[in-house]
C-alpha cells in the first residue's frame, strides 16, 4: 500500500487548469522528487495534498484513508507535515520558540525542549536557539522550517524548493540531512535544482502542464526525451 496517492487529481483555477487527472503513488520510505517547469503545478499539486488548497476533482488516500477534504491540520495530525516556498517562520521569536510552536502540536512539558533541542539539532542550527528567527539567512530560515516539520514526527515530510536561498556550500549538508531523515520519514521534494535531485531522489515524477509528463528512476528521467523537450533542456 503506498503511504499517499492520488487518483484523478485536478485544480481549476478560473479558466485554468493547474493540476489535471493526476495519479500519484508513493510508498513508504521513499525519497521522491516531484520536477517541471514553471508554472506546471506542482506547489498546486502539493498543496492538495496539505489541505492548503481545495481540489476541484479526485481523491487525497493517505494511509488508506481518504483525506480529500480533510482540513490542513487534521492532515497534520495524521503525520503530514510540509514547508513552502512562502517562509511560515515568526520573524519576532526567537530559533527555538517556532519549533516549540510546531511542537508542542504533539508533545507537552519537558519533552517540548527536548523535542526542539533534537529537531535543530538535526538541521544544523543548535546554536542558533535564542536567536530572533528574523535574523537567520533566508537558507537558514528555510532550515528553520523544516525543523518545526521535524518536530511534529511526520509520517510524510513535503518540501517545497528547500535549497532556494541556500548557498553552495550548504547544499551538501543540506542533501545529508534529507538522507538522514529519510531513515525515518518519508519525503516529498519539490526542487529545481537537479544536482539535488539526481543524488537524492529514488524515484522522480515530471509534471508539464498539469499532468504527469514521466516518472522513473533518476537515469530514466535523465534519458526521456520528452523530458529533455520539456524541462531538463531548459535548466
Ligand atoms: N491561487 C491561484 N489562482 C489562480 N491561478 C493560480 C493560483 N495558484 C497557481 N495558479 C496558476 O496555476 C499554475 C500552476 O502554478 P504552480 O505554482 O502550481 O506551478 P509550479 O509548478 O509550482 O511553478 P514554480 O516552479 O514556478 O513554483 C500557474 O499557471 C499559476 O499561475
Known sequence: MSLLSTRGLSKHFAGLTAVNDVD??????????????????????????????????????????DISVLPAHKRIGLGLAYTFQITSVFGNLSVAENVALAARRRVKGAMVAQVV??????????DRM?????????????LLEIAMGLAQAPKLLILDEPTQG???????????????????????????NMNVVMELAD?????????????????????NAAVQAAYLGTV
Open 117 to 126: 533541542t533534537e529537531a535543530l539539532g538535526k538541521v544544523g542550527l543548535a
Open 166 to 192: 541556500l548557498a553552495d556550500s550548504e547544499i551538501s549538508d543540506f542533501k545529508a540531512l534529507i538522507r538522514d531523515l529519510a531513515n525515518s520519514t518519508t519525503i516529498l521534494l519539490i526542487e529545481h
Open 130 to 142: 535564542e536567536q530572533n528567527a528574523a535574523d537567520l539567512s533566508y537558507g537558514h530560515q528555510r
Open 24 to 65: 500519484f503513488d508513493l510508498p513508504e520510505g521513499q525519497i521522491r522528487a516531484l520536477i517541471g517547469p514553471n508554472g506546471a503545478g506542482k506547489t498546486t499539486f502539493v498543496s492538495m495534498l496539505c489541505g492548503r488548497v481545495e481540489l476541484s476533482s479526485g481523491v487525497v488516500m493517505f494511509e488508506g484513508r
Open 203 to 223: 524515484f522522480i515524477t515530471v509534471l508539464d502542464f498539469g499532468q504527469v509528463l514521466a516518472e522513473g528512476t533518476p537515469q530514466d528521467i535523465r534519458a
